[in-house]
Each structure stands twice: as C-alpha cells, then as structure tokens.
C-alpha cells in the first residue's frame, strides 16, 4: 500500500494536518485532520510499510486492543481508499 499524492503533514494550532499539494492539489480539494493513531498510520504509509507492519507499529505505541487497533486501521484505510487517496500494490 502507499499513499496516491504528495501531501505535507503540518501542526497548526495543536492539531495535526495533511494538506495537498503540487499536481494533488488540484485534484483533492481540502485538508485531512489527523489524530495520533491517524497520524502514526498516515506515517506507516508513506514508509511503505505493510497493513500488519502498521498494525504492530500502534500497538507498540498505544495502549490498546489488537481487534480495536485492526478495526481502527481498517476504518482508516478504508476512508483513504473512498476518496482515492490509497494506492494498493499487486
């Protein structure tokens, strides 16, 4: 999996936002909050690291469930996916 699209992660006024730019401006108007978990996959993806390596990347870095952890990342990945954010490798 990785990311479609150049973005910038920037904090401004304590909160952590994606914003698009050069030619992905011009095709995805808007920006992207992003939470510690959010922000710790968003980090994962533009890594090039796996689903289970992101996976275990949150559980390492945040006290919860390993079934809380796969649905948060799945839900993540899924709303990336819904506005053609997420490229997925064959």
Same mark, same amino acid.
């Not at 994962?44 to 870095?61: S, V």
């Not at 809380?68 to 819904?82: G, K, N, P, T, V």
């Given at each position: ?35 510690? /978990? %959010?922000? =710790? ?17 949150? $559980? @390492?870095?945040?006290? /919860? %469930?390993? =079934? ?17 954010? $997420? @490229?997925?490798?064959?």
């Amino acid at each position: 999996m990785k990311l479609k699209g150049e973005f910038l992660i920037r904090e401004v006024a304590g909160e952590i936002i994606v914003v698009p730019v050069n030619q992905t401006a011009l095709s995805f108007n808007g920006m992207i909050c992003l939470n510690a /978990v %959010s922000q =710790e996959i968003w980090n994962g993806l533009q890594a090039g690291k796996t689903r289970d390596e992101i996976l275990k990347r949150i $559980l @390492e870095e945040f006290e /919860v %469930s390993r =079934e809380e952890a796969s649905a948060d990342l799945d839900d993540f990945l899924h709303q990336l996916r819904e506005n053609d954010l $997420l @490229e997925d490798e064959t």
